[in-house]
């Protein structure tokens, strides 16, 4: 997993992040250099996409879906929404359902923020047994 902001004690709350429009171009334009360092030399050869993790509190708008799509803009790969579904609003050992399966091999999971991993580890369970090979970049670190 790899995380561009650390949240802080006296930072921003991350309510006010998520309601600044501004900072989701921020996130895609800090998170895609960092992709493209990571993921560079495979990304020209094709066979990825980029998905988000569920929506459960934010059904529009979603702040980690308007970032992934927008990262996959950037690094020219397609974006799928809805590939997890969570039923519920519940955070720690949750199951999804699978949604969209991307038909791409390889994929490119954004998640907003991490706390205790949860929702990457339901994330992991849910696409490893389909074969896909998985690689998570999440925006703020939320563990203090």
Known sequence: ?????????????????????????YFANHM????QAILGQYLSQGGY??????????LTKNFACR???????????????????AHTRQRVNVDFDL?????????????????TGSTIASMRRL????????TFFVGINNNM
Do not use: Q
């Not at 996409?49 to 934010?58: Q, V, W």
């Not at 970032?67 to 579904?85: H, Q, R, W």
């Open 32 to 35: 895609t250099p960092v992709i």
């Open 127 to 134: 696409l490893e047994p389909l074969g896909k090979n998985l």
């Open 67 to 85: 970032i992934a799509s927008e990262i996959a803009n950037k690094l020219g790969i397609p974006y799928y929404e809805d590939v997890a579904l």
């Open 99 to 115: 949604g969209t399966l991307p038909p791409e091999p390889n994929l490119i999971i954004f998640d907003d923020f991490v706390t």
């Open 49 to 58: 996409a980029i998905c988000a993790t569920p929506k459960r509190r934010h």
């Open 1 to 25: 997993m790899i995380s561009i902001w650390k949240k802080s004690i006296k930072g921003r709350l991350l309510t006010d992040i998520k309601a600044d429009d501004n900072m989701v171009a």
